[in-house]
């Protein structure tokens, strides 16, 4: 059987939730790299892949995918390993629902706008644009007051064990915290860090970890 083969940047939050979730079923795959930032999207070759020009892409044994939550659900069904999807309704339900606040809500105020602006434009020679930080900054608090309350009494976003959503907000967690921004906003989110520190040692976190700069 082919290995699975992931199309994106390593730098790519959505690219390494994907990886993770091969990470943790112990699946060997082949990362193909991307780079988003260099307009390689924009390629023939990758809107063949995904025609939104986003990433990740995704192929498995001649079957095509794209959509990050697509991808890690095919992983999760396709490969042996732990199961990344709660086995009662209410788990399941509260994993969707978390899987939507952080593609939603949390990864365009914080990664789109404030990690982009205070990290990314800088590397590339642009100033950050301190208006769209601000503009920002409520629905993230929003989103992290949210998180909060889903993580109250809990390991993990859809109960005790680690599912899909957690692979999602770790990528974003682990941006936003490098910001002073996020700093500030995590600095008053208990379970938010709770939950950081218990994943943060995976093998699979370490495994994944993007080098920027």
């Known amino acids: 059987m082919a290995r699975p083969i992931v199309y994106g940047p390593a ?5 390494r939730s994907v990886r993770l979730a091969l990470e ?14 260099a307009g390689a999207t924009k390629a023939p ?11 990740p892409a995704f192929e498995h044994d001649g ?43 949390a990864y365009p105020s914080m990664i789109g706008q404030i990690f982009i602006q205070r990290a990314v434009m800088p590397m590339m020679g642009n ?14 608090q929003t989103c992290v007051a949210a998180l909060e309350k889903l993580l109250d009494g809990n ?4 109960g005790d064990r680690l599912s899909l959503a957690d692979l999602l907000l770790i990528p974003v967690y682990d941006y936003i915290a490098q910001t002073p921004e996020g700093e500030k906003l995590l600095a008053d ?8 520190d218990g994943v943060r040692s995976r093998e699979s976190v370490a495994r994944t970890r993007p080098s920027l700069g």
């Open 11 to 15: 730098y790519s939050t959505y690219a």
């Open 24 to 37: 943790e079923k112990g699946v060997d795959y082949a990362l193909v790299e991307v780079d988003l930032l």
């Open 45 to 55: 070759e990758h809107l063949a892949r995904h025609p939104f020009g986003k990433v």
């Open 63 to 105: 079957f095509a995918l794209y959509e990050t939550d697509a991808i890690m659900r095919y992983v999760d069904a396709a490969f042996p390993g732990p199961d990344l999807e709660p086995a009662d309704a209410k788990g399941r339900a509260r994993m969707a629902q978390a899987i939507s606040v952080i593609g939603g809500y």
């Open 127 to 140: 100033a950050a644009d301190e208006a769209a930080i601000a503009a920002a900054l409520p629905q993230a």
């Open 155 to 158: 390991a993990h976003l859809a």
């Open 189 to 196: 989110a208990p379970n938010l860090r709770r939950w950081w």
